[in-house]
């Protein structure tokens, strides 16, 4: 056992453990009494028609349900942690420990991890390793020191949830900060004209009701506020495809070197990574996260694997009156971009005076600004159709 495995067994480590329990505690407290404060004082108590006890008590326990269920999901989903094929060997670890200078440590570190998927560096250029798990690090993993592990896509550890916020429970956080805000906005809104109202003595509470509803504004307000720039500036770290640890400071890839976008796939592709493709459980408190939390696409290798885009309509030439054009997706570089076939109605006729005989089925068309340019694969020719006087010259390729 090591001395970081036998600090982590001592009985002191077991106080802690339970201290940090306090601030959800604190949490699941303020949502009971918050719980209590709206359906027994508001509706029950104050709200004197039926219609409105319904309407609010309806919409409040929907809110309250993907609130409650987001934040039980985001505090008790166990964190990701890496395989162990990730293990560096004792072995190499010896070999790691031994070494005499950088370069030696890179070239073991490079010898792990030659069959792992890694693109993120060290400021040296070196794979990185964490020396208390003796592992490689998968890209955007990093080691928590108050969980005591390496954790997968680990953005920051919060002491609201006792809990890392890494890759298994960041869209569970998202939509607990997003419920969370709608919570405390629709309280604050529901329980405003009972407010004034209390507040100039218009209603009449028995006990300490009128307390209630006072305090369940002003703590709902107060928590609103805290929210919403927060909410926002996760809502900004998911469409930018970036970690709060990313934002402070730019990854480090292989090649390249640090790039705070380097995992930016754009806004539609960022957001579908952290809740997934299927768009009906974008919003319900269910994994549906892309990948293994193990390796990521990224921008270059996302950019450099995306096809041409072709133009959004089909294109035609007045120069080609005797051709039905179409486009089709490439499926690699030597597919034909454009392909054209024969209209049998004006088939035999000539285009300016010329038969184009040199126009066949599977030719290749590529547009310009004059008209457009068909290589003749069987002859090899090129041909200029101009748009303008519908010109044809023919040429030899080389």
Known sequence: MSNYERKKATPCAGCMKAIKWIPVIFIASVIAWSYYAYVVELCVLSIESIFEKVIFLLFYHIISLLFFWSYWNTVFTP????????????????????AENQEQQKRVLEYCARDLPVTNRTLNGSVRFCDKCRIIKPDRCHHCSVCGTCVLKMDHHCPWVNNCVNFTNYKFFVLFLGYALLYCLYVALTSLEYFIRFWKGELSSGGMGRFHILFLFFVSVMFAISLVSLFGYHIYLVLMNRTTLEAFRAPIFRVGGADKNGFNLGKLANFQEVFGDNW??????????????LQYPTAANHHHHQQPELSPNPVSYHSMD????????????????????????????????????????????????NGSIIIDMENNQTAMFKSEGNEVDVHKMA
């Open 79 to 98: 964190v990701g942690t890496v395989p162990s094929n990730w293990r560096i060997p004792e072995a190499e670890i010896e070999r790691l420990f031994r």
């Open 280 to 293: 009906k459980l974008w919003f319900i408190p269910v994994y549906s996260s892309d990948g293994d939390g």
């Open 322 to 369: 005797e051709t039905r054009v179409r486009e089709v997706q490439p499926a690699d570089a030597s597919d034909k971009l454009i392909h054209y076939e024969i209209n049998p109605q004006t088939e035999g006729q000539n285009c300016a005076g010329h038969r184009p005989d040199h126009v066949h089925e599977n030719d290749t068309a590529i547009p310009v600004a």
